[in-house]
Nanobody, 126 residues
Framework: QVQLVESGGGLVQAGGSLRLSCAAS????????LGWFRQAPGKEREFVSA????????KYADSVKGRFTISRDNAKNTVYLQMNNLKPEDTAVYYC???????????????????WGQGTQVTVSS
């Protein structure tokens, strides 16, 4: 059974940092794009960041550029999201997802992703 399990969420003050992890099991994703999306209360799920299979291409939403960094460790079948200078508007449930297929450019559309985790809550207080 394929699973993506997020961890690292929590409550942090504005300006603080968190590092999210997403560990995959049930299959390897070494040749797949891994991404992060988020959903705030009352809002639609939105793209945050994605990284292609070898880490050579990464995409970020404009709202997080310069503050968030995505990375992956294929040996651990894990993707990370380092979030710095967090803002209250970053409060959301963060989901990791896998887009199957070898790609040189990470995709950002939610409907392109095949596997999803259950999410981890990130709350940023002002």
């Amino acid at each position: 059974q394929v699973q993506l399990v997020e961890s690292g969420g929590g409550l942090v003050q504005a300006g603080g940092s968190l590092r999210l992890s997403c560990a995959a099991s049930g299959r390897t994703f070494n040749r797949d794009t891994l991404g992060w999306f988020r959903q705030a209360p009352g809002k639609e799920r939105e793209f945050v960041s994605a990284i292609n299979w070898n880490g050579a291409n990464a995409k970020y939403a404009d709202s997080v550029k310069g503050r968030f960094t995505i990375s992956r460790d294929n040996a651990k079948n894990t993707v990370y999201l380092q979030m710095n200078n967090l803002k209250p508007e970053d409060t959301a449930v963060y989901y990791c997802a896998a887009d199957l297929g070898l790609r040189f450019v990470a995709r950002v559309e939610m409907n392109e992703y095949d596997y999803w985790g259950q999410g981890t809550q990130v709350t940023v207080s002002s």
